[in-house]
């Protein structure tokens, strides 16, 4: 475990605030996408093949700081797309670490080195580096040749700037526990602060989709990579929980509500990777939103996802819970071995429905509204 101290106590303070007042549904950590743009093509992301004048489109400061007071989440993720791309991202997260928000910045780190002098070290401050594996397994899933090491030289600049730097990694059917193993330690070697670990993103528009891990196959995955890790000190930014689930220890239900995404179409239902409607208000989303309609067992989509923008609340709240028993997890790590947790049934679950398509008309007619009336005071002039 390697979550910052000032950061676990804060946070923790604020779940048992949540809890003391009743409050059974509550943000913990704001997943925010400035845009949708991006400067790379990777086949598992399903975030850039929106129409032009979607990608367009991103969140100014204001929006985005807004959406911070609006949600309350002490964790703001920023991804994208390509966060660095935005133009002003730099008073973006200037403005939420003035909140005393703990702010992770997602990034491919091609831009990172150029970008450095914009920020500064910060305890509420983290690069999140995108990294799916040692150079070649890395390279192969972003579809592009030398990122892998423009990526580390970026992170070790950063390191030299005083900056903390995790890195985030996706582990996608096929993975090789081994490999696995060996990237674990090359990036401990590295010098990165910890990392976040997650399996395949079950994106529906993601040009690939035949290497998203399904459950059982995600915890065979995982047990086998831990089992390699056993007496290494790898330092993951995750509940030892959450990781015990990913080890198919704990029988877990989604919390989508506990990391609500707010984009360029606005709150995004019912989470970051899903986007089945959009509430205009954090309010809305969290009080109009038929949270029961979704997660493993309720609909055909979420039956084989174990990702942490789910499950890492759900984790960390069983945390809070039962101190001592996350604290021996962290100690002895996630047990690889054994009968796994009763798995959620499957039976009662409903049909997955087509709904991005009308989405993605209704926004490009938003669009379209917004932009007419600049267009023809642009023709007069």
């Known amino acids: ?123 509420f401050f983290t690069w999140s580096v995108h990294l799916d594996g040692s150079r070649e397994e890395h390279d192969h899933a972003v579809c592009q040749d030398g990122v892998f090491d423009r990526a580390v030289a970026a992170i070790r600049k950063a390191k030299e700037r005083g900056f903390r730097v995790n890195i985030n990694t996706t582990l996608f059917d096929g993975a090789d526990p081994d490999r696995v193993a060996a990237f674990f330690d090359e990036v401990m070697a590295i010098g990165v602060d910890a990392m976040t670990v997650s399996p395949g993103y079950a994106y529906e528009r993601a040009p690939d989709q035949a290497h998203f891990l399904n459950r059982r196959k995600t915890k065979e995955l995982f047990r086998a990579v831990f089992q390699r890790g056993k007496g290494k000190k790898w330092r993951f930014s995750q509940s030892s929980l959450f990781l015990d689930f990913l080890a198919g220890n704990q029988t877990y239900r989604c919390s989508p509500w506990g990391n609500p995404t707010r984009n360029v179409f606005g709150w995004q239902r019912p989470c970051y990777l899903l ?33 942490h923008s789910g499950y890492e609340p759900t984790a960390v709240e069983h945390t809070i819970s039962n101190p001592l028993k996350a604290l021996v997890t962290s100690l002895r790590g996630p047990r690889t071995t054994g009968p796994m947790a009763p798995e959620i049934n499957l039976d009662r679950q409903r049909p997955a429905e087509d709904v991005f398509s009308r989405h993605v008309a209704d926004a490009l007619e938003r669009i379209e509204a917004e932009e007419t009336p600049r267009k023809r005071a642009g023709s007069r002039v």
């Not at 509550?26 to 850039?48: D, Q, S, T, W, Y």
């Not at 093949?49 to 703001?76: F, H, M, N, T, W």
């Not at 791309?85 to 491919?108: S, W």
Request: with cysteine.
């Open 1 to 123: 475990m390697s979550v910052p101290l000032i950061q676990a106590a804060l946070v923790g303070a604020y779940v048992v605030r949540q809890r003391l007042s009743g409050n059974r549904r509550f943000p913990l950590v704001l997943m925010m996408e400035p845009l949708f743009r991006c400067n790379l093509a990777c086949a598992g992301c399903g975030k850039i093949d929106y129409p032009e004048p979607i990608l367009r489109k991103r969140l100014s400061v204001e929006e985005a700081l807004q959406s911070v007071d609006e949600c309350g989440a002490p964790v703001v993720s920023i991804a994208g797309g390509e966060p660095l791309l935005h133009p002003e991202i730099d008073k973006i997260t200037e403005g939420i670490i003035a909140r005393r928000k703990f702010v992770y910045l997602c990034t491919n780190a091609l831009l990172l080195e150029k970008r450095l002098d914009r920020f500064k070290p910060s305890p």
């Open 275 to 307: 986007g089945e409607g959009y509430a205009p208000t954090f309010k809305a989303l969290m009080e109009e939103t038929d949270w029961d309609a979704y997660g493993t067992g309720n609909y055909e989509k979420c039956a084989d996802c174990m990702v």
